[in-house]
Nanobody, 123 residues
Framework: QLQLVESGGGLVQPGGSLRLSCVAS????????IAWFRQAPGKEREGISC???????IYVNSVKGRFSISRENAKNTVYLQMNSLKPEDTGVYYC?????????????????WGQGTQVTVSS
Protein backbone atom coordinates (compact mmCIF):
# COMPACT_ATOMS: atom_id res chain seq x y z
CA GLN A 1 0.00 0.00 0.00
CA LEU A 2 1.19 3.49 -0.81
CA GLN A 3 2.60 5.45 2.13
CA LEU A 4 2.51 9.25 1.92
CA VAL A 5 4.43 11.90 3.85
CA GLU A 6 3.76 15.63 3.50
CA SER A 7 6.19 18.46 4.19
CA GLY A 8 6.63 22.14 3.45
CA GLY A 9 3.99 23.68 5.67
CA GLY A 10 4.64 26.67 7.89
CA LEU A 11 3.70 30.22 8.75
CA VAL A 12 3.45 32.70 5.89
CA GLN A 13 2.11 36.22 5.52
CA PRO A 14 -0.94 36.94 3.34
CA GLY A 15 0.12 37.17 -0.27
CA GLY A 16 3.04 34.84 0.28
CA SER A 17 3.84 31.44 -1.18
CA LEU A 18 4.57 27.93 0.02
CA ARG A 19 5.32 24.68 -1.76
CA LEU A 20 4.08 21.49 -0.20
CA SER A 21 5.60 18.13 -1.04
CA CYS A 22 4.03 14.69 -0.82
CA VAL A 23 6.60 11.89 -0.95
CA ALA A 24 5.34 8.38 -1.65
CA SER A 25 6.93 5.10 -0.69
CA UNK A 26 5.95 1.54 -1.42
CA UNK A 27 4.51 0.96 -4.88
CA UNK A 28 5.70 3.18 -7.72
CA UNK A 29 3.86 6.48 -7.75
CA UNK A 30 3.38 6.70 -11.51
CA UNK A 31 0.21 4.58 -11.61
CA UNK A 32 -1.56 6.57 -8.88
CA UNK A 33 -3.66 9.70 -8.79
CA ILE A 34 -2.80 12.01 -5.90
CA ALA A 35 -5.04 14.60 -4.32
CA TRP A 36 -4.52 17.39 -1.81
CA PHE A 37 -7.08 18.01 0.92
CA ARG A 38 -7.18 20.62 3.62
CA GLN A 39 -9.00 20.98 6.90
CA ALA A 40 -9.52 24.47 8.22
CA PRO A 41 -10.11 25.00 11.95
CA GLY A 42 -13.68 24.03 12.84
CA LYS A 43 -14.47 22.85 9.31
CA GLU A 44 -14.68 19.56 7.49
CA ARG A 45 -11.81 18.32 5.37
CA GLU A 46 -12.19 19.32 1.70
CA GLY A 47 -10.48 18.17 -1.45
CA ILE A 48 -8.81 21.07 -3.24
CA SER A 49 -6.74 19.60 -6.07
CA CYS A 50 -5.96 16.35 -7.81
CA UNK A 51 -3.49 15.11 -10.42
CA UNK A 52 -4.06 11.87 -12.29
CA UNK A 53 -1.47 9.37 -13.47
CA UNK A 54 -1.89 10.95 -16.93
CA UNK A 55 -1.17 14.43 -15.51
CA UNK A 56 -4.77 15.64 -15.70
CA UNK A 57 -5.26 18.30 -13.03
CA ILE A 58 -8.34 19.45 -11.14
CA TYR A 59 -8.79 22.42 -8.80
CA VAL A 60 -11.66 23.67 -6.72
CA ASN A 61 -12.74 27.24 -7.45
CA SER A 62 -11.34 28.64 -4.20
CA VAL A 63 -7.74 27.80 -5.21
CA LYS A 64 -7.96 27.94 -9.01
CA GLY A 65 -5.41 30.37 -10.44
CA ARG A 66 -3.43 30.48 -7.17
CA PHE A 67 -2.44 26.86 -6.54
CA SER A 68 -0.66 24.51 -8.91
CA ILE A 69 -0.32 20.75 -8.53
CA SER A 70 2.48 18.83 -10.23
CA ARG A 71 4.21 15.51 -10.00
CA GLU A 72 7.73 14.19 -10.44
CA ASN A 73 7.41 10.43 -10.67
CA ALA A 74 11.17 9.87 -10.77
CA LYS A 75 11.27 11.34 -7.25
CA ASN A 76 8.00 9.72 -6.16
CA THR A 77 6.80 13.21 -5.26
CA VAL A 78 3.74 15.36 -5.85
CA TYR A 79 3.89 19.10 -5.19
CA LEU A 80 1.35 21.76 -4.38
CA GLN A 81 2.63 25.24 -5.19
CA MET A 82 0.51 27.76 -3.31
CA ASN A 83 0.72 31.44 -4.29
CA SER A 84 -1.19 34.55 -3.21
CA LEU A 85 -2.06 32.85 0.05
CA LYS A 86 -4.99 34.15 2.08
CA PRO A 87 -5.85 33.72 5.78
CA GLU A 88 -8.70 31.42 4.73
CA ASP A 89 -6.12 29.01 3.29
CA THR A 90 -5.04 28.23 6.84
CA GLY A 91 -5.43 24.60 7.81
CA VAL A 92 -3.87 21.17 7.86
CA TYR A 93 -3.02 19.97 4.38
CA TYR A 94 -3.10 16.27 3.54
CA CYS A 95 -2.15 14.35 0.46
CA UNK A 96 -4.01 11.19 -0.40
CA UNK A 97 -4.31 8.58 -3.12
CA UNK A 98 -7.85 8.62 -4.52
CA UNK A 99 -9.27 6.04 -6.86
CA UNK A 100 -9.17 8.22 -9.93
CA UNK A 101 -9.12 11.98 -10.27
CA UNK A 102 -12.51 13.60 -10.86
CA UNK A 103 -14.05 16.99 -10.05
CA UNK A 104 -15.92 15.52 -7.05
CA UNK A 105 -12.66 15.05 -5.12
CA UNK A 106 -14.45 14.82 -1.76
CA UNK A 107 -16.50 11.82 -2.92
CA UNK A 108 -13.61 9.74 -4.26
CA UNK A 109 -12.63 6.57 -2.42
CA UNK A 110 -9.22 7.06 -0.80
CA UNK A 111 -6.55 4.37 -0.58
CA UNK A 112 -3.96 6.09 1.61
CA TRP A 113 -3.62 9.31 3.60
CA GLY A 114 -0.60 11.24 4.74
CA GLN A 115 -0.30 12.59 8.27
CA GLY A 116 -0.79 16.23 7.28
CA THR A 117 1.24 19.43 7.40
CA GLN A 118 0.09 22.69 8.99
CA VAL A 119 -0.20 25.84 6.89
CA THR A 120 -0.89 29.11 8.69
CA VAL A 121 -1.46 32.33 6.76
CA SER A 122 -1.31 35.28 9.10
CA SER A 123 0.31 38.67 9.47
Amino acid sequence: QLQLVESGGGLVQPGGSLRLSCVASGPQLDVYSIAWFRQAPGKEREGISCISNTYRTIYVNSVKGRFSISRENAKNTVYLQMNSLKPEDTGVYYCASPVGCLPNIDELPIGSWGQGTQVTVSS
